[in-house]
């Protein structure tokens, strides 16, 4: 296998297992509300604001995986 193969194959491996973490993440934070919210209704204010805050965290980790690995393919340091 050369490196291009190598880059392209660790690549797929950072946003692939990048988006299943964040989907992992953001279903368990999501359940974990309801069952709060359900539990505590006059907190659901102050919790959605928080899951709305760290949905976004999850998801720009994500998103700086994305960009290390656009970055790895295109412009490949290892040439």
Request: charged share 10%; proline share 3%.
């Amino acid at each position: 296998m050369t490196n291009a193969a190598l880059v392209a194959i660790a690549a797929g491996l950072i946003i692939g297992l990048g988006a299943l973490g964040a989907c992992i993440g953001i279903a368990m934070m999501g359940g974990k509300y309801l069952e709060a919210s359900a539990r505590q209704p006059e907190l659901m204010d102050k919790l959605q604001t928080k899951m709305f805050l760290l949905a976004g965290l999850i998801d720009a980790a994500f998103l700086i995986g994305v960009g290390i690995a656009m970055m790895f393919a295109f412009a490949n340091p290892f040439k």
